[in-house]
């Protein structure tokens, strides 16, 4: 029943080694997005995908990479984990353009830098 | 830059108390919508408010739309232990690219029995 999926759930990795977080969707939409939260603060949107058009925040570093091989499935990469970047990664989908549908939430993945 | 605010950040209450949760912004919204997010999961989505002056209830949760769909609230009636989360508001701008959810800051919700 799983429609969105993130592996892995919670991700160690050390200062400086690159890290690839993985998410995909069984619901076939076209839009899918990648967010960043820190412990008790709101989803911060880092970029998302139109289908295989890439929507990059005007604020998010270049330490953070996306790509989207195909419909279901989508990566954030980033190349060089600094102790700042240590937070809840969210992955969301969302149907189509219509402001009343939703954008379904995976459960996340939690990113430690040691 | 569309901004929403939302109070309180923090309220800790006991059970059987009422609360109210406010979003507010100054840019109009396509719709806006409402989640609950437990620790260590993702947010899920309670309702969505598109109309002006729109209610939507659930439960004992009460979501109103202002009129002119630049804010709302979520009011919680006789709160159980089982509402502690962080609840979320998102004004939605959708266009042809996808567009996306402007988050608010947060509410920090504690029911204690």
């Known amino acids: 029943d799983a429609m969105v999926i993130q592996n892995p759930r919670y991700q160690v990795t050390q200062f400086g080694k690159p890290v690839t977080l993985s998410c995909s969707q069984t619901l076939n939409h076209n839009v899918m997005y990648w967010y960043q939260q820190k412990s008790s603060q709101a989803p911060k949107l880092l970029f998302h995908y139109y289908d295989k058009d890439f929507n990059n925040e005007a604020d998010t570093p270049d330490n953070f990479q996306s790509r989207r091989p195909n419909t279901s499935f989508c990566f954030l990469d980033i190349r060089s984990p600094g102790l700042g970047d240590a937070a809840m990664y969210l992955c969301?989908?969302?149907?189509?353009?219509?402001?009343?549908?939703?954008?379904?939430f995976g459960p996340g993945t939690r990113l430690t830098v040691l | 830059t569309q901004l929403l605010e939302q109070s309180p950040q923090f309220l800790s209450i006991q059970e059987g108390e009422n609360l109210t949760v406010y979003c507010n912004s100054s840019?109009?919204?396509?719709?806006l919508q409402w989640y609950r997010q437990e620790p260590g999961e993702g947010p899920v989505l309670l309702v969505t408010?598109?109309?002006?002056?729109e209610v939507k209830k659930l439960k004992r949760l009460t979501f109103q739309f202002g009129d002119a769909r630049k804010d709302s609230s979520l009011h919680i009636t006789a709160a159980q232990p089982g509402d502690t989360g962080l609840y979320l508001c998102?004004?939605?701008?959708?266009?042809?690219?996808?567009?996306?959810?402007?988050f608010g800051q947060g509410t920090e919700l504690s029911v204690k029995p």
């Open positions: 969301a989908t969302l149907a189509g353009t219509s402001g009343a549908e939703e954008q379904f």
């Open positions: 998102a004004g939605a701008f959708y266009y042809n690219q996808g567009g996306k959810l402007i």
């Open positions: 840019s109009v919204f396509s719709s």
């Open positions: 408010v598109v109309t002006g002056g």
